[in-house]
């Protein structure tokens, strides 16, 4: 018990502190990370084998680490390094288009094809997020959807932070669509054995109905601000061509090629067997050889803040596991669900939201996906149905708040780098609201066609 109590205090300590915003993020992770492993770890468990296993180092160096065949599942155990390190992989191709002009170029772009209107920007942006998240990382979607708003941003002379938020929900709702979309996907689909297929015909359906209500929600949401903007902006002025924006011409269809690679590689890496960390570290040292003058510059550019941030996060949520926290949550589904598939439902969804919103949902649907199996062996239930729910569950509910999902952090972090922070009031003013909207609209939708 002592234990437990341990590995929740530092947790809630250290949320506590991020949503304070006193600290910088990395530095509050890490710090209770440290804690986990002496406190919980060593003084109270006295497990150098928790220890071991959070921390995760030796998966590295596994061949299914870099490559699976077969069915074999994404490593989630303790600090998920995979993530990490295409989180890591994707910022230094990030940079590398950055550096060749392609994100200024896109910018020009679009804001050339809508007239240079905020209003249609917003909507065109938000559309753009979601149906890029279903078939690339959206972590990557909001890297680089981000930037573009900032640049954006700083040319129209608008706040970026509205376009940011929604862009982020956008994504991770249209990550939910698809196997390859969100982190917790990946993990259902490959420990499963779904395809891309099967989800975008079941979630991929919730997702396009819950689009078209959550860009109007936004829309009205932040209409006053959107209006504003739409109303200062200058017909008159001359805008620079989308052209002027690259700055070599080689370098940018080098890095247009390899941005189309990994998406290639990302959408069909189910069937190639490359894991996520194989890609990003492909992609990064393709980038680094083919922009070897710059790479010290693309290097410095790349946000290790995130990275450290992601690190500290996984060696708290390890003490969840190894204390059994997780496990106890996931119980308390089975043993109150019965065998009524309605409730079974609402109960996966709506709890694994609520937990994804405060605690990483890469390991929580790790940790779920043993539980539904269970159900649909005990009950009878449909373990598609299950799985459709937690994936909806814990995709929408890390949408909540800044930490609930890797798409957040990234998205938060780039526009905090760029001289807007968001704090936590901000994002969850009107990211809660619509993360309840979805959640409902996916509640009723798994009702109405499986119950």
Known sequence: MVTKMCAVIIFLVMFALIITDKFERHLVTLGCGAATLIVVFGFCMHSMDAVVETLNVHNIFTLGFWYEAGSASESTGGINWATIIFIVGMMVMVEGMAKAGFFRWLCMAIAKLVHYRTIPIF???????SVLAMF??????????????????????????????????CANLGGSATMCGDPPNII???SLGYSFADFITNTGVIAGISLVIVVVFFYFCYRKQLIQSEGSADEKREYPSPASAIT????????????LVAVVMLVTHAQTGLTVAFIGLFIAIVTLLFSWKDAGKILKGVDYKTALFFVGLFVVVGGLEQTGILVTIASFIE???????KLMVAIIIWVSAV??????????????????????????????????????GTDIGGSATPIGASANVVGTSVAAREGYPIGWGTYCKANVPATILVLLISTIFIWLRYC
């Open 123 to 129: 909507v065109t942006f938000m559309i753009m997020s």
């Open 136 to 169: 690339i990382d959206s972590i990557t979607v909001i890297l680089f959807l981000a930037a573009v708003t900032v640049e954006l941003a700083r040319l129209l002379k608008f706040n970026p932070v509205p376009m940011v938020l929604a862009e982020v929900f």
């Open 188 to 190: 259902i689909g490959t």
């Open 248 to 259: 070599n011409k080689k370098d940018f269809a080098v890095s247009t090629v390899i941005f």
């Open 335 to 341: 043993k109150i669900s019965g065998g009524n598939l």
């Open 355 to 392: 937990a994804s919103a405060f605690i990483d949902n890469i390991p929580f649907a790790a940790t779920m996906i043993p539980v539904i199996k269970s159900l649909a062996q005990t009950t009878g239930a449909d373990l598609s149905v299950l799985a459709w729910a937690l994936s909806m």
